[in-house]
């Protein structure tokens, strides 16, 4: 099973994106649910996670500026994150998955921030 992210774009320094993700069935109802970034020549990162109860965390470089929420409609659960401020080093493909991660990874979806 891969998850397909979405919501990517080109931003300006300062702007606002906000990444989808939906998983139909158990994935994300029994498990908690990540948004993780790459960039080429590094490893991939944890940036965000939010358990089944709703609590959330955040590594330090998001912190305050990144949110992670999660809704279920019909037995769909999708998750979000809502990416504000944004910043230069927040350039890196986007991804999605369980925490920890479970699943294979999709194509994940590209965010660029211009400075």
């Known amino acids: 099973v891969q998850l397909q992210a979405y919501g990517g774009g080109l931003v300006q320094a300062g702007g606002s994106l906000r990444l989808s993700c939906a998983a139909y069935?158990?994935?994300?109802?029994?498990?908690?649910a990540g948004w993780y970034r790459q960039t080429p020549g590094k490893q991939r990162e944890l940036v965000a996670t939010?358990?089944?109860?709703?609590?959330?965390?955040?590594a330090d470089s998001v912190k305050g500026r990144f949110t992670i929420s999660r809704d279920n409609v019909k037995n769909t659960v999708t998750v979000y994150l809502e990416m504000n401020s944004l910043k230069p080093e927040d350039t890196a493909v986007y991804y999605c998955?369980?925490?920890?991660?479970?699943?294979?990874w999709g194509q994940g979806t590209q965010v660029t921030v211009s400075s």
């Open positions: 998955n369980t925490v920890p991660s479970a699943l294979g």
């Open positions: 069935g158990t994935v994300f109802s029994l498990n908690a």
């Open positions: 939010i358990g089944r109860s709703g609590t959330s965390n955040y």
